[in-house]
Each structure stands twice: as C-alpha cells, then as structure tokens.
C-alpha cells in the first residue's frame, strides 16, 4: 500500500511519513489494502508458464531445440493469455489503491462490473 501511496501522492514525504498518514487515515488494514490481490496475481506467471509448455510440446517434435520463432511465438500467446486473463483483477486493484473511501477489492470489482 505504501508503495502505491508514493505513486499518487502530490507532495512528497518520506516513507515513514507516508506509512504514519496511511496509519491514521484506515489504521492497520489500510497498510495491507490490495494484499488479496497481488496473490492472486501471482497467477499470472502460473497461467502464462502452463500455456507456454502446453504449446511448446505441440509445436516441438522429436526432442529438437525448437527454433527461435517458434519460441517467440509461444511465448507471446502465452503471455498475452495470462495478461487477459489477470488485467482486470489488476485494474481493481489498482482502483482500489485510489479509492479515498477505503472500499474494499471486492467492492471495486463490483462497482466496475455491475455500475
């Protein structure tokens, strides 16, 4: 959170300031806001390595390195999957970090979907 605070914020104060704003304007939950999130994150390099390797062995026969292109190419389908998949997750999150109301993840994801 504190992270995401440096980025928006106009004036610029030191970390343990910024950490004492956050503190009195939420409290403690406010210092883990987004939390949730950044673990589901961690899905996005889980999804983009599964597809990779699913495609890789169709594409590679008879244990050959497999040309440069074709790496390429995989590895741009697979990326560009794992990223759609986790952009909005990311956009609520980033919204969440924004939000002034102290709303929680969950709720952004509602406003964006269902507003």
């Given at each position: 959170?504190?992270?995401?605070?440096?980025?928006?914020?106009?004036?610029?104060?030191?970390?343990?300031?910024?950490?004492?704003?956050?503190?009195?304007?939420?409290?403690?939950?406010?210092?883990?806001?987004?939390?949730?999130?950044?673990?589901?994150?961690?899905?996005?390099?889980?999804?983009?390595f599964?597809?990779?390797?699913?495609?890789?062995?169709?594409?590679?026969?008879?244990?050959?390195?497999?040309?440069?292109?074709k790496?390429?190419l995989?590895?741009?389908?697979?990326?560009?999957?794992?990223?759609?998949?986790?952009?909005?997750?990311?956009?609520?999150?980033t919204?969440?970090?924004?939000?002034?109301?102290?709303?929680?993840?969950?709720?952004?994801?509602?406003?964006?979907?269902?507003?």
């Open positions: 959170m504190v992270q995401a605070w440096l980025c928006v914020q106009k004036d610029k104060k030191s970390f343990f300031e910024n950490v004492k704003d956050i503190l009195k304007e939420g409290g403690i939950k406010a210092l883990y806001k987004g939390v949730l999130p950044n673990w589901i994150l961690v899905i996005n390099p889980i999804i983009n599964v597809i990779y390797e699913y495609l890789r062995k169709k594409v590679v026969w008879g244990g050959r390195a497999p040309e440069f292109l790496i390429l995989i590895s741009s389908i697979a990326k560009s999957i794992a990223t759609l998949v986790t952009y909005p997750i990311l956009t609520c999150k919204l969440a970090y924004v939000e002034k109301e102290n709303k929680s993840v969950f709720k952004v994801i509602w406003d964006v979907y269902w507003d």
